[in-house]
């Protein structure tokens, strides 16, 4: 049986632990998804601060919660050394639209997955989402539990044989892919990525590329770009916690280098000491 964490008690998975009526059911709440390696979480401290930023934000009180405490019980029970974790944090009550209450669940679930470090994925073709845009607003930066504009993105791209799909902001500025903040490298090897206030999510791999490619003397920046420099681009890679790094290969047909990314691969497993 695999067990599951809830508020600081395990369950099996199967347990029915709250109703249909529950605050879970109205997205009202964030998700946080992380890997473990050999016991260890990763970029910890970093994913501490995402989820007090979220939090208030969302004005969630989330009291008596310690991130390796909570992560270490469900890895503990499954025995599990090497995992992808996913938290859900959501409001607790039942009620409507109008919460009844600030307090705050948690729900840590865990993926046995035997990779030990870092690999580079691939991309093979990814293009613009020609029907879905996502707002440039700061709930934007949060991994919302309400992922339905990427579900219908994501569908978007497997209907034209892509396998990802970029989204534009209202603005028509390059935003992220469907679970993913977007790097590219122009031509004179500028790095650039979106700005938070694009609204794009907060992402903790993408905080982490940007202090490894500063600290390794890249030019990035983080300003919007049109879809034009997506289009010139030398390279294009997708960033998010438990993938790490993923060169595209190719977009709308033009293939792409991957100098960048499998450099950024190596960074990432020195940082955390493999």
């Known amino acids: 049986m695999i067990y599951i964490n809830f508020n600081g008690s395990l369950h099996f998975k199967t347990d029915a632990i709250f109703t249909s009526q529950n605050r879970f059911a109205f997205g009202d709440g964030f998700i946080e998804s992380f890997r473990v390696f050999n ?36 890895l503990i029970a499954n025995k599990l050394k090497n995992a992808r974790v996913r938290i859900h944090f959501f409001r607790v009550g039942n009620g409507r639209y109008l919460p009844e209450t600030n307090q705050c669940n948690f729900l840590v679930e865990a993926e046995d997955d035997n990779v030990q470090a870092f690999h580079l ?4 073709t990814i ?31 497997n209907k034209n044989t892509w396998n990802d799909a970029i989204l534009l902001n209202e603005n028509k500025a390059i935003c992220e892919a469907t679970s993913s903040n977007v790097f590219i ?5 500028l790095l650039l990525t979106p700005p938070l206030n694009s609204g794009c999510v907060a992402g903790v791999m993408r905080q982490k590329v940007l202090q490894l490619l500063q600290q390794n ?27 790490g790094i993923q060169s595209v290969v190719k977009f709308n047909n033009k ?20």
């Not at 845009?133 to 539990?145: D, E, M, Q, R, Y």
């Not at 490298?185 to 090897?189: I, V, W, Y």
């Open 185 to 189: 490298r122009k031509s004179d090897g």
């Open 39 to 74: 016991d260890k979480i990763t970029f910890e401290t970093l994913h501490e601060n995402r989820i007090k930023a979220s939090c208030e934000v969302l004005f969630l009180e989330l009291e008596k919660f310690n991130l390796e405490e909570e992560v270490s019980k469900v």
């Open 121 to 124: 994925h691939t991309i093979e």
């Open 217 to 243: 003397s890249y030019q990035i920046y983080e300003q919007n770009f049109t879809v034009s420099e997506l289009e010139n681009a030398a390279e294009i890679f997708l960033t998010n916690a438990t993938k």
């Open 127 to 157: 293009s613009l989402s020609k029907q879905y845009f996502k707002a440039s607003h700061s709930l934007g930066n949060i991994k919302s539990s309400s992922a339905l504009l990427f579900v219908l993105a994501a569908k978007e791209a």
């Open 255 to 274: 293939k792409l280098e991957n100098n960048i990314a499998i450099e950024l691969v190596s960074l990432l497993n020195k940082e955390i000491g493999l």
